[in-house]
């Protein structure tokens, strides 16, 4: 499996032949939650908002979006999100998805910072 994304990593390098695209009726939308499911011939994305991220919601979580994709397309999919992480963590350092790693002890500045 590491090979694979590995040789699609190298594939997404590779910059693609350009393609003319309509975005006329694109529309852009922010999403802090999604869920995963599917069958054996689909793989099935919906995506959605919530307030109260990092907790159990308390109201239902507002999904706004599903895709529905083949594996192999998902699967290219993976693979350009893994290469487009990577060159992001090169530039900017590691990103944190366990947010209590993330959360600084009171006045304890992070390297870089002074006090005063």
């Not at 006329?24 to 099935?44: A, Q």
């Not at 919601?57 to 397309?73: A, D, E, Q, S």
């Not at 963590?89 to 006090?115: A, H, L, Q, Y």
């Amino acid at each position: 499996m590491e090979k694979e994304l590995q040789q699609a990593a190298r594939h997404a390098e590779t910059p693609p032949a350009e393609i003319p695209l309509d975005t006329s009726d694109m529309t852009t939308t922010y999403t802090n939650w999604y869920r995963v499911s599917g069958n054996p011939e689909e793989l099935i994305l919906e995506f959605g908002l919530t307030p109260e991220l990092g907790q159990l919601p308390t109201h239902p979580v507002k999904v706004n979006h599903r895709l529905i994709m083949n594996f192999y397309t998902a699967k290219r999919l993976l693979a350009h999100l893994h290469y487009t992480l990577q060159r992001y963590e090169n530039t900017f350092g590691t990103v944190e998805i366990d947010i209590m790693r993330r959360i600084r002890p009171e006045g304890r500045p992070t390297s870089g910072e002074t006090n005063g």
